[in-house]
């Protein structure tokens, strides 16, 4: 499935035309392409031809990041990555979904987030989900009044708005023992206001990319506490420290750590601290001049 993406959409779509692909699209319509809500009707027709599926191998979805360090790119999510995800989300420790639960889908299904928490979880282990076409604020807590929600599946965005629409209490909202957050840092404060306006504790931050999808859950709400320990067979790393490596080894440093900073014109840049030993001469150039001579361009020091 092929959705805009910026630039890479359009070398995509071409490339498939030419080899005769057949070519859905997801939240959008184009000439050369199918809707994906035909690819419903040829599913429920059974006109699709059997296909040969390796697991490992076969890409299942192209799913676009969000483009927080540069242009949105696509991953290849194969078949396995998303039976495996699943079954992650599913084991009895993390797992916030049950028979018995109802669940709000909300578009967009093109990321992490969406594909894992609103589709393939909530389905797999047999929670009612309630698709909602567009969001509104008012419109979920339409549905979570009318179809009596456990579980939410939201951004700390979403709580923030919930937080300061006072119309929220005149709905009922009871129904809602389960809030999933993901998707950006939650500050204590929106999470504090939440919890008195739904009158509910159990808050889980978590944390996962589209690339990889869902890594991180959270077993129960604990105030303030992380996303939780990795999900079963997941294996993190902290990254090499390169650039404070560098600085490291310059004569006069006591200590360094480096930081991504967001900008404009590069989207992101690095920015070191470092703390010079007593006595020593050491500038801000001679820390730029041995960064830019020993490290890739990517990897300079722009400020």
């Not at 599913?90 to 990321?111: E, I, L, Q």
């Not at 969406?114 to 419109?139: K, P």
């Not at 997941?234 to 480096?258: A, H, N």
């Amino acid at each position: 499935m092929i959705e805009y993406a910026s630039i890479t959409y359009g070398g995509l779509l071409g490339g498939g035309i030419i080899a005769g692909v057949e070519i859905f699209t997801v939240d959008g319509t184009i000439d050369e392409a199918r809707s994906d809500d035909e690819l419903l009707k040829l599913g429920c027709d059974g006109e699709l031809p059997g296909i040969k599926v390796l697991p490992e191998d076969d890409v299942a979805l192209l799913v676009y990041t969000s483009g927080s360090t540069g242009d949105r790119k696509g991953a290849s999510i194969t078949h396995r990555n998303l039976v495996a995800n699943v079954l992650q989300i599913s084991s009895s420790t993390v797992s916030p979904y049950s028979g018995n639960d109802v669940n709000v889908a909300a578009r967009p299904f093109t990321h992490g987030y969406g594909i894992c928490m609103h589709l393939t979880s909530g389905l797999y282990n047999g929670c009612t989900s309630v698709f909602l076409g567009g969001y509104t604020l008012e419109s979920m807590l339409k549905i979570i009044e009318k179809y009596k929600v456990t579980i939410l599946a939201m951004s700390p965005l979403n709580l923030a708005h919930t937080n300061n629409f006072p119309a929220v209490c005149n709905y009922a909202v009871s129904s809602v023992k389960t809030v999933l957050c993901a998707g950006a840092p939650l500050s204590c404060r929106v999470l504090e206001f939440f919890f008195n306006v739904f009158e509910m504790e159990d808050v889980r931050d978590a944390f996962g990319m589209s690339e990889v999808m869902f890594v991180f859950m959270p077993e129960i709400h604990k105030p303030h506490l992380g996303v939780g320990i990795p999900l079963p067979n997941v294996e993190f790393k902290v990254p090499p420290r390169e650039l404070e490596d560098v600085i490291q080894d310059l004569s006069g440093v006591e200590c360094v750590v480096v930081v991504g900073v967001p900008d404009e014109d590069y989207h992101e840049l690095s920015k070191a601290f470092v703390v010079k030993q007593p006595g020593s001469s050491l500038t801000e150039e001679d820390v730029i001049s041995a960064v830019q001579g020993n490290s890739s361009k990517f990897g300079s020091l722009y400020i």
